[in-house]
């Protein structure tokens, strides 16, 4: 089974801040990878798919890159909002077959 | 509006199951993916299956292979998952999410196994 691995699991930041958070697959997906925020007491958000494609109505500030097992979601300047946890995810359509990692946590510094 | 609406939040016993449905309003159902997705309190999200609707082919996480069912109602658009021999352990919010990169997710159902 692919494993993901996120990196940090937590980080502390400040309004502004460019702010990275890396995901490792265990073997080569592709670009099969989203990115997901999710806030306290809320439903998942998708951000990013097929590793660097922004969903529609999300900020240009979110960016997704990387292919094959190292991704990367990237924050360019950090607003309020932005303090959630990012989930990266990995996907496969068939057969079906989804991954997720274990989260980044980005708090107020 | 586009919208998966679950089922109500219930409370088990252990060793009992549980059935949720999701049911899609105002999206395409079939074509797509329907993944369940659960949330211990406090922890990550954990992927428990899914099924593609149009072939009706459902595939599972191998940690829940043989507790879990999933199926769906093409004709009412609405999917279900099945889990059974529930435990504490069991106690999550439970979500249904659209696609593979799923852009349309339920407003979860919290499960609560307590005896």
């Known amino acids: 089974a692919i494993q993901l691995t996120q990196s940090p699991s937590s980080l502390s930041a400040s309004v502004g801040d460019r702010v990275t958070v890396t995901c490792r697959a265990s073997q080569d997906i592709g670009n099969s990878l989203a990115w997901y925020q999710q806030k306290p007491g809320r439903v998942p958000k998708l951000l990013i798919y097929?590793?660097?494609g922004l969903e529609s109505g999300v900020p240009s500030r979110f960016s997704g890159s990387g292919s094959g097992t190292d991704f990367t979601l990237t924050i360019s300047s950090l607003q309020p909002e932005d303090f959630a946890t990012y989930y990266c995810?990995?996907?496969?359509?068939?057969?079906?077959?989804?991954?997720f990692g274990g989260g980044t946590k980005v708090e107020i510094k | 509006q586009a919208q998966l609406a679950q089922s109500g939040a219930e409370v088990k016993k252990p060793g009992s199951s549980v059935k949720l449905s999701c049911k899609a309003s105002g999206l395409t159902f079939s074509s797509y993916a329907i993944n369940w997705v659960r949330q211990a309190p406090g922890q990550g999200l954990e992927w428990m299956g899914g099924i593609i609707p149009i072939v009706d082919a459902a595939a599972y996480a191998q940690k829940f292979q043989g507790r879990v069912t999933i199926t769906a109602d093409k004709s009412t658009t609405t999917a279900y998952m099945e889990l059974r021999s529930l435990t504490s352990e069991d106690t999550a919010v439970y979500y249904c999410a659209r696609g593979t990169s799923s852009d349309y997710w339920g407003q979860g159902t919290l499960v609560t196994v307590s005896s």
């Open positions: 995810q990995q996907f496969n359509s068939y057969p079906l077959l989804v991954t």
């Open positions: 097929d590793a660097s």
